[in-house]
């Protein structure tokens, strides 16, 4: 079977500095991968580029055996939770709606068959209740949900996410996960999943990427989270600390349970 | 003063007066549905300010074509659109659009007196441009005027979805495949049509009134998307064609009526917004906290 995403000796450089290099691994429908490391180490971009909206320096990268490419339907994606302005002029069911055709011109006129599948969507992610509210007043956790959604619009093989748990409280983070964990998996979607910190994630996670000093290690949880392969990443002691099934990721430059905001 | 104001009303005649001016009141109800519609992306990008940046930069476009013995009306039109464009591109990297009409504002401005100056006629007459002409719309103006708003509407209706999806959510809009930048460009050539027209209604200093005020009243009480642009048109179209139709029976210019009546549904709306949302915090399921 085709993998869900492969890479090949990916690298990504700017002008004389390499972000990263060398990536290679492939990922098979269902699997989970969470995207570790510090500000700076690449997490963002290494998104950007399965998005298509950066270009490898050299390697490749491809979604089910194809070239990455720019607004693909087998690519959904869950960006960073910023609040909607209270103003607005739009509901929950509007906003998934643009999930599914925002990106089409024309006379601004939903079918019948969308119309059915943004219902069916809605559902899908527990927002039937709030699908006629104005979006700007639902709460961080509510608008995360209706952006589970429009990932979920296109059915993609590829789910990414970019800290959809930022700034959530923890029974939305567990919400959310759940969600993204039964919706993608579940139906056969790989998941590549970026955060700071692994624990709210820790139980679905297949595997691990982990960024740090232009360096990168993948693998499962227990080859990647642990003292000595941390240690030689950040190029300086790293402890990893396991305390009733959660991990504390403690170093000078190490971040885990440590948080910037 | 008051006194001055109400003496001077007359009812005499009303309908062969309103015969008169006709084009005008054709014309500012077409523009006031542009504005209506054009007004709600103003809002969600945050543009209010950039509006007045523009139509105050038109004014150095008309008042160069006055100098070069050009028409002023066309001059205002280029200096609109251009201006629109150089904020537009300027501020694409940081997004910093008002910091960016700050700059190039008093820039214009100074250009615009500086042309003014080096003009050897009269310019007095001239400054209708600033507050606004429409009384003296003829046909062709009037076919002009109503042509560019329909096609700015209808372009706007063709790139609603994207325009929205790129105002509301940039990010998951570009990750779709949404050329973001290219629809910013597009929205201020739109946007810098759009005020050079309403120039020609309310004049440079109060395009806000046309652009702006209906579409934030018509937000302040609503958010279903077709019910937030009908409301909006419609302020906008009562502004416009209201304002002409109280101020024909008077000697006090159209602009006061126009932003008066605008302003007062801007207020009438607040209120209501209030309202409704002190009646939905009062429901524990609907609290909106965060």
Redesign the interface.
Known sequence: MTPALSLNEAAVTFGSRTLWSDVSFALDRGEFLAVLGPNGAGKSTFLKVL?G?QQLSSGSAEVLGKPVR???NQ?G?I??HH?????????AR??VA??L????????WTSRISKARIEDLLTQVGAQEYAD??V?????GEQQRL?AA?ALAGNPALLLCDEPLHSLDLNHQRAITELIRSQAVDRGSAVVFVTHEINPVIEHVDRVLYFARGDHRIGSVSEVMRSEVLSELYQSPVEVIEHKGRLVVMGEHAEGEHHND | MIEQITSSFTTDNYWDLFWLVRNSVITAGVLGLMGGIIGIFIMLRRTGLVVHGIAEISFAGAALFLLAGLDVVLGSAVGAVVAALLIGVLAMRDKDTSGVTAVLMPFGLGLGILFLHLYQGRTANRFGLLTGQIVGVDDVQTRTLVTGAVIISAVLIVIWRPLMFASVDPQLAAARGVKTNLLTIVFMILLGGAVAMSVQVVGALLVLALLVVPSAAALKVARHPAAVVTLSCIFAVVSAVGGIMIAIMGTVPISPYITTISFLIYVVCLLLGWRQRRGSQAEPETSVTN
């Open positions: 998005l909206l720019r607004g693909s690519v994606y960006p960073q609040n909607l302005e209270a103003e607005t002029p739009l509901r509007d906003l643009l999930g055709e925002g990106h089409k011109y024309g006379i601004p509210r104005p700007g007043l639902l709460s961080g952006r429009q």
